[in-house]
C-alpha cells in the first residue's frame, strides 16, 4: 500500500487547475489526484483538456484519468487527506464550506474565504504559523491569497525584523506608499486596460492579514497602509510590480535587506519537492526583472515559477524602491501545495509547522 497521500484537484480544467495536475503529476508526496469539474467535462480525460504546453504532465496514469462530475458528497466519502481547489470564485464559497463541514482538508485558490477569520492566508515562508487557524475543526479551509499580492508579501516579510525591533505593536511599519502591479492578459495586445475589478480591493487588505500576528487564536492585522495602482498589460505570464516602501522611523541599510539573498522558510527547511531553494531571487542587472526571462525562475525543475524575482532595488534614509516578477498561475496560484506536510493537519499545526 502506498504511504503517498490521496487528493483530489476540483475545477481540473480550469487554468489554475491544470497547473495544479501538472506539478501533482509524479509527485513523491501524492498519489495521483483524482479529478472533478462541471458537467461539460463530465468523462472527459485529463489529456482531451489540457492546453498547457509549457512543461508536460510526467506519466501517462494522471492523462488518461477522466474526470468526474463534482459532487460535494462524492468527494466527503472519499476520505482524501488533501482536496486542492481551483473552482471558480461563484461556487466555491458554497462548495469549499460544504466540504470543510464534512471533515475535508480544502486548500483553496478562490478568494471567497480569505478573509474569514477562521481561515488561514498562508505565503509558506512568511507566516506558516497562521496553520493553527486550522485545527479548531474535522475540516479545514487554507487559503492562497490573490496572485499579486503573494509576491509583494513574500518581498515584504524581510521588514518584518525592523517592525519589530521598536515595539509589540510595529507602529514603526509602513506605510506602503506606492505599488503598481501590471497584470498579465493574454487578450489585450497592444493595448492597456487601466482598471481591474475588484484588484486592488484585494491588495489592500490581504497583506495585513498575511504579515498579521497570531494572538489567542486570532489573526492582530499587520499595521501597514496599501495604496495600490492596478493596470492589465499584453504579457503572457506573470505579475510585474513596481513597490516603494516608506518606513516611519527605521532607517534602511544594505545590512537590512540581506534577508532576501538568504531568505527562505518552512518549505526550505523541509526540503519540500516544490519548495525553491531561494524563494527571493535579486538581479543586480539593470533591465532584470523581466517576465520572458525571470517569469520561470526557481529551482530544482519541480519549483520553476515558484521564486519570486526582485530588481532595481535601491533604498535611502527610511525609503525602500524595488520591482518583483512573481509568476502569476504557479506561485501565485499553487503554493498553498507547499503548505501540507506529510503528516495531519491537526499535528502540522499543534507543534508549529
Known amino acids: 500500500m502506498s504511504d503517498r497521500l490521496r487528493c483530489a484537484v476540483l475545477g481540473a480544467t480550469g487554468l489554475v487547475g491544470q497547473r495544479f495536475c501538472q506539478l501533482l503529476s509524479g509527485h513523491p508526496m501524492f498519489e495521483e489526484p483524482d479529478l472533478y469539474g462541471s458537467e461539460r467535462s463530465e468523462n472527459e480525460r485529463l489529456r482531451d483538456r489540457l492546453k498547457l504546453a509549457d512543461r508536460p504532465v510526467s506519466g501517462g496514469d494522471l492523462l488518461e484519468k477522466e474526470i468526474k462530475r463534482l459532487d460535494t458528497d462524492v468527494v466527503i466519502r472519499e476520505h482524501y487527506d488533501a482536496v486542492f481547489s481551483a473552482l471558480p470564485t461563484e461556487v466555491a464559497g458554497q462548495v469549499e464550506s460544504r466540504l470543510r463541514n464534512g471533515g475535508v482538508t480544502v486548500f483553496t485558490n478562490a478568494s471567497p474565504h480569505r478573509m474569514d477569520p477562521d481561515v488561514p492566508l498562508v505565503v509558506p515562508e512568511v507566516n506558516p504559523e497562521h496553520l493553527r487557524l486550522a485545527s479548531n475543526r474535522g475540516g479545514s479551509i487554507i487559503a492562497n491569497g490573490n496572485c499579486s499580492t503573494i509576491g509583494l508579501v513574500l518581498t515584504l516579510a524581510p521588514s518584518r525584523p525592523l517592525r519589530d525591533r521598536e515595539g509589540e505593536r510595529g507602529d514603526n511599519a509602513g506605510p506602503l506608499r506606492r505599488r503598481l502591479p501590471w497584470c498579465a492578459i493574454l487578450d489585450a495586445l497592444s493595448n492597456i486596460v487601466p482598471y481591474i475589478k475588484n484588484e486592488e480591493e484585494k491588495l489592500r487588505a490581504e497583506p495585513r492579514k498575511m504579515l498579521g500576528r497570531l494572538k489567542s487564536g486570532a489573526i492582530e492585522p ?86 519570486v524575482t526582485v530588481g532595481r532595488l535601491s533604498y535611502g534614509g527610511r525609503r525602500l524602491r524595488y520591482s518583483l516578477l512573481v509568476h502569476n498561475t504557479i506561485r501565485g496560484g499553487l503554493q498553498a501545495r507547499l503548505c501540507y506536510l506529510p503528516r495531519p493537519i491537526s499535528r502540522v499545526v499543534s507543534d508549529g509547522t
Open 222 to 307: 499587520w499595521d501597514v497602509e496599501v495604496s495600490p495602482f492596478c493596470t492589465r498589460v499584453p504579457v503572457r505570464r506573470g505579475h510585474f510590480e513596481v513597490v516603494e516602501v516608506t518606513f516611519r522611523r527605521n532607517r534602511i541599510s544594505r545590512r537590512s535587506y540581506r534577508q532576501w539573498k538568504a531568505s527562505g522558510g518552512l518549505p526550505q527547511e523541509k526540503r519540500l519537492p516544490t519548495a525553491p531553494e531561494r524563494p527571493i531571487i535579486v538581479r543586480n542587472e539593470p533591465d532584470r526583472p523581466q517576465p520572458v526571462l525571470d517569469v520561470d525562475a526557481g529551482s530544482p525543475d519541480r519549483a520553476r515559477g515558484m521564486a
